[in-house]
T-cell receptor, first 115, second 116 residues
Framework: AQTVTQSQPEMSVQEAETVTLSCTYD???????LFWYKQPPSRQMILVIR??????QNATENRFSVNFQKAAKSFSLKISDSQLGDAAMYFC????????????FGTGTRLTIIP | DTAVSQTPKYLVTQMGNDKSIKCEQN?????MYWYKQDSKKFLKIMFS???????INETVPNRFSPKSPDKAHLNLHINSLELGDSAVYFC???????????????FGPGTRLLVL
């Protein structure tokens, strides 16, 4: 069974600084997607960034980028120039392609932005 | 325009009651899901429907019965509510992509259910 581990229950960063959230996963599949979702206090689940496993290039979306290490099964999220609006729970998620395409989530990291 | 909507947003009810949560998506997606987020924020899949057919059922008690009248709607009916059913329930949807598997899942705003 696939598992996703987020070892940092809480992180904090000064506004305008950079922070990295870690995520590791376990799978025997070779074809899958990885995601980072953000859940602010409003409770809405918002897609931040995604990475397809067969693509070696790390995904980037504006201030958000990932460090995808397939052999190490690691998928960290880097947030640059942190803003107050980045404060939220961040969930790493895994989804195999084909078959049971459910999202398997990590336990989340609560990110606090210090003004 | 709301892409994935859920009603109600909040639901407070007594143990033993029966309640329903509705979900609608206007994205034209062919697959819809229900996830449960417990008090510790852990999210777990419950069900998935593709074109009105059940494709994932993750050992959810049979007090939970999803119903998909069409591919834009996936409702969740819960019988004989228990205290442990208190959680946030999220609906999500996705579409099969060109490579033949589901693309990104987009979530509704969640329904907070409190069973007293």
């Amino acid at each position: 069974a696939q598992t996703v581990t987020q070892s940092q229950p809480e992180m904090s960063v000064q506004e305008a600084e950079t922070v990295t959230l870690s995520c590791t996963y376990d799978t025997s599949e070779s074809d899958y997607y990885l995601f980072w979702y953000k859940q602010p206090p409003s409770r809405q689940m918002i897609l931040v960034i995604r990475q397809e496993a067969y693509k070696q290039q790390n995904a980037t979306e504006n201030r958000f980028s990932v460090n995808f290490q397939k052999a190490a099964k690691s998928f960290s999220l880097k947030i640059s120039d942190s803003q107050l609006g980045d404060a939220a729970m961040y969930f790493c998620a895994y989804r195999r392609n084909f078959g049971n395409e459910k999202l398997t989530f990590g336990t989340g990291t609560r990110l606090t932005i210090i003004p | 325009d709301t892409a994935v909507s859920q009603t109600p947003k909040y639901l407070v009810t007594q143990m033993g009651n029966d309640k329903s949560i509705k979900c609608e998506q206007n994205l034209g997606h062919d697959t819809m899901y229900w996830y449960k987020q417990d008090s510790k924020k852990f999210l777990k899949i419950m069900f998935s429907y593709n074109n009105k057919e059940l494709i994932i059922n993750e050992t959810v008690p049979n007090r939970f019965s999803p119903k998909s009248p069409d591919k834009a709607h996936l409702n969740l009916h819960i019988n004989s509510l228990e205290l442990g059913d208190s959680a946030v329930y999220f609906c999500a949807s996705s579409q099969k992509g060109q490579r033949g598997f589901q693309e990104t899942q987009y979530f509704g705003p969640g329904t907070r259910l409190l069973v007293l």
